[in-house]
């Protein structure tokens, strides 16, 4: 099996969509079209401040993306990176894709220069934790938000 893990490119829209769609689904949530059209673009975009967005590739077929970006911190000079969205497809899950695909945003975060790689997950997201434990550090944080 040959693994690529490479950027978002404008061809991989429909099989970007079909993965995202799988993130979606799996939190129990749904978008409208206008936040696909928007966050493909901004994927996309030459803006800085932009989500990032890296698929993985597995023998020519897209199984996994994830979705990042850089924002600066009131605690530091240097900008931060959030890690906002990971999803391997259910067929590939225990081959590495969560793993590479968390590499390369490490990656990333390094060459900007950015010192801190963060993300957060359900707390019954266990099978995605087993890897998280493995390839990051478990934080004593809660996670609040505004009531819509």
């Given at each position: 099996?040959?693994?690529?893990?490479?950027?978002?490119?404008?061809?991989?829209?429909?099989?970007?969509?079909?993965?995202?769609?799988?993130?979606?689904?799996?939190?129990?949530?749904?978008?409208p079209?206008?936040?696909?059209?928007?966050t493909?673009?901004?994927?996309?975009?030459?803006?800085?401040?932009?989500?990032?967005?890296?698929?993985?590739?597995?023998?020519?077929?897209?199984?996994?993306?994830?979705?990042?970006?850089?924002?600066?911190?009131?605690?530091?000079?240097?900008?931060?990176?959030?890690l906002?969205?990971?999803?391997?497809?259910?067929?590939?899950r225990?081959?590495?894709?969560?793993?590479?695909?968390?590499?390369?945003?490490?990656?990333?975060?390094?060459?900007?220069?950015?010192?801190?790689?963060?993300?957060?997950?359900?707390?019954?997201?266990?099978?995605?934790?087993?890897?998280?434990?493995?390839?990051?550090?478990?934080?004593?944080?809660?996670?609040?938000?505004?009531?819509?």
């Amino acid at each position: 099996m040959s693994l690529i893990v490479r950027p978002v490119l404008e061809q991989d829209k429909a099989h970007w969509r079909r993965l995202w769609t799988g993130y979606l689904t799996f939190y129990n949530s749904s978008v409208p079209d206008a936040v696909y059209e928007t966050t493909f673009a901004r994927l996309l975009s030459d803006d800085r401040r932009a989500p990032r967005g890296l698929v993985a590739e597995l023998d020519g077929t897209l199984v996994g993306l994830t979705h990042y970006f850089f924002h600066p911190h009131a605690w530091r000079v240097e900008e931060v990176c959030y890690l906002q969205d990971l999803f391997a497809d259910q067929s590939v899950r225990g081959h590495g894709i969560g793993r590479a695909l968390i590499e390369a945003v490490y990656k990333a975060a390094d060459e900007a220069g950015a010192p801190s790689v963060y993300w957060m997950t359900e707390h019954h997201n266990h099978e995605a934790r087993r890897l998280y434990d493995r390839i990051g550090t478990l934080t004593n944080f809660i996670k609040y938000q505004r009531p819509l």
